[in-house]
């Protein structure tokens, strides 16, 4: 997986926390000389990096070199500043003096300084115009990498603090340079200077786009969003205590809106109206609003949700194979403020939202969100998705997804099995959003992506230990896995541990026999692992001797080594012991490979004559055994209540099931024919 090249952990060069409203101050002191016109804008992005991948903005300059450039922006505006200073001097001198015959000269002389200075200012206006496009640039390389976080990639937070650290510099340095333009127009040379009220409207124009481009979503809210559940989400405004905006905080409202809603105001730039706004929500939201808070101790300035719940969605007319689960709405958060005079509405949208009511929504549901996250352009029309990519961008996805549930990474060979399996008749370099989550895989009734994140979740509830550890060989395919296995060096009692193909969420042990031919167990699923875990499984079939690595440079490990440290405790029952409160015998239960002549008996367990109940993932290879030390006439009884409990099972049990069919079966062999008829 390729490295992020946009490294958001630098020191910033201002240590600890300045106050913006010092900087210009500090800026008059400094003893670099004063740099004439716009500086240079230093791109320290390394050259040998490749260029960013789909999605990402231009590239990254460090935040300190950012810092550093407005400072000295600073430093230039505050001669200008000084400059502007002595001219006001001048321009009252002169009003007092108009019958001076020094008057003439003096007033054309005043002229020539103030155009020297709104020159200047012109020039600090442009350079502040590249400023703010640049810290704008990181903002957006954050919203990416938090995007990219939905699907499981790192992401530091805390690199929030420094964008705002520039975005508080930049308040200071266009907040005095709109009180330089205003003095500057009170010193009234000639009737009219449009060039000067033009650069009026340029500043106060930039100062409400930095106010609203400052708005933003920090935390954000659950991006498949179930119905009548609570969630948390939080908006954050990066301009701290500029502006005095804290001390009236004002209250942010939340409401949910649909695509096409989203697309209103970001391509169309809808004139937002509060009163109204309320009214276009697509659902109905609780506790959807909240005051913003100003924080001392770290400038944050934001407003919490912290007990949302969504009650109602309302949704659109579905065209052609469309389901719910690809429908993206977003939150939309706004409110509005006062700023020098001027009333500034502020709004700002969350990544987008799938909408779900039911549980088995969520797969569907996940496969939308992961394609947004991963492949969105950050400035793009809600929710304008490529319908293809390369199987370069899918691979990194997929391995991010997989590797932040499950905590490994997915090897080289795991991604070229992954890509077979993506593949048509006609293959491609493109993998499109069909083939990723909505055509069935050939010969399947199940799409890859269902298939993919069966497994993930596989192994994240029951297998992530083992998986961590590298004792899964997880993503090969039988001919493969057949062929390794024969290739062993070690031979009889060679095993490796597969995820199924035919069966969704299934796990299976292939292992080299006897016969020195290679046996595939049939899968075990999350239900089997509900009765025995896979590593007492594996502990109970004794033709499980050294498992083959997942590592092709590494050597067979031996079973109990390998899997020892994920064996639960099992202690076996002393004999002859009837459990004087319930009157039952314990019980253990064991995994056993079928084969002809097989006693039923398996490792740690002693032989016995009595008959057995075989349950769970049945097939012609392997099975479960209930085992009793011993047969007591006392617990006869007891065998019957099983059976009648058993029996209701049944009855009540979806039809077809197999388990159930394995069910009956017993019951029938081993005389207990009434409790199923």
Not at 11 to 24: A, F, Q
Not at 176 to 197: C, G, Q, S, Y
Not at 597 to 625: C, F, K, R, W
Not at 661 to 669: D, F, G, K, R, Y
Request: hydrophobic letters at 40%.
């Amino acid at each position: 997986m390729p490295l992020n090249p946009y490294n958001m952990n630098n020191t910033p060069m201002v240590t600890g926390y300045m106050d913006p409203s010092e900087l210009l101050a500090v800026s008059n002191s400094c003893n670099p000389p004063v740099v004439q016109g716009i500086g240079p804008i230093h791109n320290v992005q390394n050259p040998g990096i490749a260029s960013p991948a789909l999605g990402m903005v231009p590239p990254k300059v460090e935040l300190y070199d950012v810092q550093h450039q407005i400072m000295q922006a600073l430093n230039d505006f505050g001669n200008c500043a000084n400059a502007l200073k002595l001219l006001v001097q001048n321009y009252g001198y002169m009003l007092n003096s108009t019958s001076s015959p020094n008057a003439e000269a003096a007033y054309r002389s005043l002229i020539d300084e103030k155009a020297a200075i709104v020159l200047t200012m012109r020039r600090s206006f442009m350079y502040y115009e590249t400023l703010h496009e640049l810290v704008i640039n990181e903002l957006k390389n954050w919203r990416h990498q938090q995007a990219q976080a939905g699907n499981g990639a790192p992401f530091n937070e805390g690199s929030l603090d420094d964008i705002q650290r520039c975005f508080e510099m930049l308040e200071t340095f266009i907040a005095h340079m709109l009180a330089a333009v205003k003095e500057l127009m009170r010193v009234r040379l000639v009737t009219e200077e449009p060039e000067l009220t033009h650069l009026l409207e340029q500043v106060q124009n930039a100062q409400k786009n930095l106010v609203c481009s400052a708005f933003i979503v920090d935390k954000q809210p659950p991006q498949v969003m179930k119905t009548n559940t609570r969630f948390a989400a939080s908006v954050r405004w990066l301009i701290g205590s500029q502006l005095g905006i804290h001390n009236n905080p004002p209250t942010v409202e939340c409401i949910i809106m649909s695509e096409i809603q989203s697309q209103r105001f970001v391509t169309r730039n809808t004139q937002m109206d509060n009163s109204s706004l309320s009214g276009q929500s697509s659902g109905e939201i609780q506790n959807a609003s909240s005051t913003m808070e100003y924080q001392q101790n770290n400038h944050v300035f934001s407003a919490s949700f912290r007990n949302m719940q969504l009650k109602k969605i309302k949704r659109a007319e579905k065209k052609g194979t469309e389901s719910v689960m690809d429908e993206k709405f977003a939150l939309f958060f706004y409110t509005t403020t006062t700023v020098n005079d001027f009333q500034i509405r502020v709004w700002t949208l969350s990544l987008p939202v799938v909408v779900i009511v039911h549980g088995n929504q969520e797969p569907q549901s996940w496969a939308t969100i992961t394609w947004d996250n991963a492949f969105a352009e950050i400035v793009r029309d809600p929710f304008m998705i490529t319908d293809r990519v390369t199987w370069a961008q899918l691979s990194v996805a997929l391995n991010i997804k997989f590797g932040s549930c499950t905590g490994r990474s997915l090897t080289i060979d795991n991604l070229d099995f992954l890509y077979e399996k993506l593949q048509r008749e006609e293959r491609s370099e493109y993998i499109t959003w069909n083939q990723f989550c909505k055509e069935p895989m050939p010969d399947r009734s199940f799409t890859f992506w269902e298939w993919f994140f069966a497994i993930m979740k596989l192994t994240k509830d029951h297998m992530l230990g083992m998986w961590k550890a590298g004792c899964i060989m997880g993503f090969i395919n039988k001919a493969k896995a057949q062929d390794d296995l024969l290739r062993s060096v070690y031979g009889i009692g060679t095993f490796l541990l597969r995820f199924s193909d035919s069966e969704l969420g299934g796990v299976t042990i292939a292992y080299v026999n006897e016969n020195g031919l290679v046996t595939m167990l049939a899968p075990w699923t999350a239900r089997d692992f509900q009765v025995l875990n896979l590593a007492d499984r594996i502990r109970d079939l004794d033709v499980l001797c050294w498992l083959h690595p997942s590592d092709r440079n590494a050597s067979p490990v031996k079973r109990d080594v390998a899997f020892g440290e994920f064996y639960s405790k099992r202690q076996e029952p002393e004999p002859l012991v009837l459990d004087p409160v319930t009157g039952y015998v314990k019980s253990t239960l064991h995994v056993h490979v079928c084969s002809n002549g097989d006693n039923g008996s398996t490792s740690g367990t002693p032989h016995h004559a009595q008959e057995s109940m075989q349950l769970g993932n049945i097939s012609p290879q392997s099975g479960i055994t209930f085992y009793s030390p011993t047969r007591l006439e006392e617990s006869d009884s007891d065998a019957s209540e099983t059976a009648e409990a058993l029996a209701s099972i049944v009855k009540s049990a979806q039809p077809n099931d197999p388990v159930i069919s394995e069910i009956t079966e017993a019951l029938l062999t081993y005389n207990y024919r009434q409790y199923v008829y």
